[in-house]
DNA sequence: GACCTGCTGCGGGATG
């Protein structure tokens, strides 16, 4: 493009901008709008349809939103027009605040952050003079319906647009469903419909994201995903053998494998940007403190910061600065926290150290890397495998790990990730919002509850029955009651409840301590973490020694120091993996092709995989006799297995889903095929399976339901009957299986250096 | 089950 003729005005939607916005995206330097902003301007002007924008981080998505939105409030007078912007994290509130302040100036456009940290006297300024842009969090929200029910009609009287960003962090989550029902307030307080707008990261399956934006779909969604430029990825895996056993002192402080796991990654990626993704905060405090130690040893400035969501705020942007600054080379360790949209500038490298989360994580991870014009994004992935012993399990024969990342980053290659999950009950988030819509009418009748929140509302899988129950448990528990006039009003516990601002988070959090140094808050760590005065720790990639122990106050203060141990925050590892995720890993194992992108350890640990599924002859086998024990290997994801080993526990077997297999204990295959057939063609209730499952309480109000409800609310989470049936049937009685052909395009991969 | 995220309004004191 020449300054002559910066913009294909005629031939594209910019001529339908402001003139004033026309003018600002000039002077900034643009030369082009970017695709997607190109087609989000008509459908956006014309708001007839929702919207979702999808594209990775950073590529303009906010602009495509905000560029006709600005335009159309700065068209509309009476009343204050106004558009809502929701994000799940303020630190993404504070940046759009940032780029949209200028832009929305020039407009004379009003631009309102609203989060915890935003002062109450800016929120007076907003409540008594609406409109513009209003940038909240869910909570927040929540907290303005609750608190200003009276007033929000008159305020939210012009809506003209409601932007989530991030969509893809709320989909199936508590919070998401809290979302969906606060915007259908929204919408029933002033009496009609206004357009939603998605940014997103691609989802797997778009169709079915449709729904996620606005669940009763009634209205018609239009879709932009944005071209993937046919960017180079370039991929190596590499294998790490551990010994079959280790020390005390090792188990404690590091093995030799994950020490050699340090030692690549310092020799690796010294000099250059990267991140790098443990599975655990244990493991970025590991890495963090020994590759720290390692630069410290050679005389080298540190390059290596620890990044996760136990660190206070100040160390995070230390972080994050050490990447955004360009004098000297950084590499974040990190969790979850960095696949989220906070700016950290161009990353020349990721690193997956163990199996990736799901194919939807990775492929936002690699996003952040490969952002400059020409440049790969590269993928490097650090796999840890067990010396093979005479006593090594099924996981380890597999090389589970190894073969889980392979099998994800075939199907990354080849554009598939997880579709969007199945709709839950969320009746912990229900009892939220039924609480919340007496806060913010000041009492409602129960037909009327019903009719917001379920009928017309995102909880329509919860039944009549159901939610009648729910209503009684509230009442019984003195949390609402009902007038003469059978108005259902909060009770003085609901009301203390409603009042508090912990109320407003539909998701619960655990008590912590805060860790602190000197005057330093370092971060925090469960309460179950036993830590006495003279202990060690290693946190925030440092060593420390604990000075003292306040129970009351849940601080502990710490002394730097030379020793250390990991701070032990709980959980076992992994999510639940999608079955299109293990037909994968079958494949890869029953295949002989040689994959390209393993290094020589790797090629030697898939050849020992490959053996075993050989030996064992599993394209045939799928029960396997090991010792007094059976494996059943459906290679089904882990819904699907969960639920067989709940049908056997039901049947007084001693079962467990162990990932690759459900192993039930001291039966023999024949036994084990008997109640198989049984399990396949049965009647099996879903919710009595739940009924005897131990520990369901999961999400923040789960302990105000009813039991049916609780059990209802578990297996609509957990359990898939029909799935469970469907695998065993085909197993019992159908001739050859069907496996996976190699359709689709394959993306070629290439190798790093 | 990994990981992550969020939170009100008053009242007192200083300042213009």
New binding site residues.
């Given amino acids: 493009m020449t300054n002559s003729h910066p913009l294909r005005s005629e031939t594209t939607s910019f001529a339908m901008l402001d003139p004033r916005i026309q003018h600002w995206i000039w002077r900034s330097g643009w030369t082009e709008l970017r695709d997607a902003q190109d087609r989000a301007i008509p459908v956006i002007l014309e708001g007839k349809s929702d919207l979702i924008i999808a594209a990775s981080t950073a590529s303009g998505k906010t602009e495509a939103a905000f560029f006709p939105i600005l335009t159309r409030l700065g068209r509309c007078s009476d009343p204050p027009p106004l558009a809502l912007y929701v994000?799940?994290?303020?630190?993404?509130?504070n940046d759009q605040w940032r780029r949209l302040e200028e832009l929305a100036e020039a407009l004379e456009i009003e631009v309102t952050p609203?989060?915890?940290?935003?002062?109450?006297?800016r929120?007076?300024r907003f409540l008594a003079d609406p409109g513009g842009c209003l940038l909240?969090?869910?909570?927040?929200l929540?907290?303005?319906l609750?608190?200003?029910g009276h007033a929000l009609s008159r305020v939210f009287q012009g809506l003209q647009y409601v932007v989530v960003d991030e969509l893809h962090?709320f989909i199936g989550?508590?919070?998401g469903m809290q979302l969906l029902s606060l915007l259908h307030r929204v919408e029933s307080l002033i009496g009609r419909p206004v357009m939603r707008i998605g940014l997103s990261a691609t989802l797997g399956d778009m169709t079915l994201a449709k729904k996620v934006l606005r669940q009763d779909g009634s209205r018609k969604v239009a879709l932009i995903e944005s071209k993937s430029a046919n960017q180079e990825l370039k991929v190596l895996v590499k294998g790490f053998v551990e010994p079959a056993k280790l020390t005390l002192d090792q188990s404690k402080t590091g093995s030799p494998a994950r020490a050699a796991v340090a030692q690549d990654i310092f020799d690796v990626l010294r000099g250059t940007n990267n991140l790098v993704f443990p599975?655990?905060?244990?493991?970025?405090e590991y890495y963090s403190d020994r590759l720290r130690r390692m630069c410290e040893e050679r005389g080298f400035p540190n390059e290596f910061w620890p990044?996760?969501?136990?660190?206070s705020k100040e160390i995070?942007e230390e972080a994050e600065a050490a990447l955004k600054q360009t004098e000297r080379p950084a590499t974040a360790i990190?969790?979850?926290?960095l696949?989220?949209g906070i700016d950290i500038g161009p990353v020349r490298s990721v690193v997956q150290v163990g199996p990736p989360?799901?194919v939807a994580?990775l492929r936002q991870r690699l996003g952040r890397s490969g952002r400059r014009p020409g440049e790969p994004m590269i993928l490097r992935a650090d796999c840890i495998e067990k010396e093979l012993g005479a006593d090594s399990g099924l996981s380890i024969m597999l090389r589970e790990g190894l073969s889980t990342t392979v099998a994800m980053i075939r199907l990354l290659a080849r554009g598939w990730c997880e579709p969007v999950s199945k709709s839950q009950l969320h009746a912990s988030t229900l009892v939220q919002q039924i609480l919340s819509v007496l806060a913010q009418y000041g009492g409602a009748h129960a037909q009327q509850l019903w009719e917001l929140l379920v009928t017309t509302g995102p909880f329509s899988a919860v039944s009549a029955p159901q939610f009648g129950a729910l209503l009684q448990k509230l009442r019984q528990n003195e949390i609402i009651f009902q007038d003469p006039t059978g108005l259902i009003l909060l009770a003085p516990k609901g009301e203390a409840m409603t009042?508090?601002?912990?109320?407003?988070?539909?998701?619960?959090?655990d008590d912590e301590y805060t860790i602190v140094s000197g005057h330093r808050t370092l971060g925090s760590v469960p309460l179950s973490r036993p830590l006495y005065p003279g202990g060690f720790l290693i946190f925030a990639g440092r060593r420390w020694q604990v000075i003292s122990v306040s129970e009351e106050g849940r601080i502990v203060q710490v002394n730097p120091a030379g020793g250390g141990n990991l701070p032990g925050?709980?959980?076992?590892?992994?999510?639940?993996?999608h079955g299109r995720v293990r037909e994968e890993m079958r494949a890869v194992l029953r295949s002989s092709e040689a994959v390209p992108f393993l290094d020589a350890v790797g090629q030697r640990l898939l050849a020992e995989a490959r053996e075993t599924y050989a030996r064992y002859d599993l394209d045939k086998n799928w029960l396997l006799q090991l010792g007094s024990d059976v494996h059943i290997l459906l290679w089904t994801g882990?819904?699907i297995?969960?639920t067989l080993a709940l049908a056997l526990q039901t049947r007084g077997l001693k079962a467990a889903?162990e990932?690759l297999s459900v192993a039930v204990k001291g039966i023999s295959a024949d036994e084990a095929r008997g109640i198989l057939l049984a399990i396949g063609r049965e009647q099996i209730d879903p919710i009595r399976i739940a009924a005897g499952v131990q520990?369901k309480i999961?999400e923040?109000w789960d302990g105000l339901l009813p039991n049916d409800l609780l059990d209802a609310c578990y297996a609509s989470a957990?359990i898939d009957v029909p799935g469970v049936q469907k695998v065993l049937r085909a197993k019992l009685n159908c001739g050859p299986e069907h496996f996976w052909g190699e359709n689709g395009k394959t993306h070629p991969i290439g190798l790093p250096k």
Wanted: charged content about 25%; some cysteine.
């Fill in positions: 994000s799940p994290l303020k630190a993404l509130i609203w989060h915890g940290d935003i002062p109450y006297s929120k007076k909240i969090t869910p909570e927040s929540e907290a303005m609750c608190r200003h962090a989550t508590e919070r599975n655990s905060r244990d493991d970025v990044h996760h969501g136990n660190l995070r990190c969790t979850s926290t696949e989220l989360p799901s994580s009042q508090h601002y912990s109320f407003y988070a539909a998701f619960s959090t925050f709980e959980g076992a590892l992994g999510a639940a993996l882990d819904r297995n969960d889903s990932g520990n999961r923040k957990n």
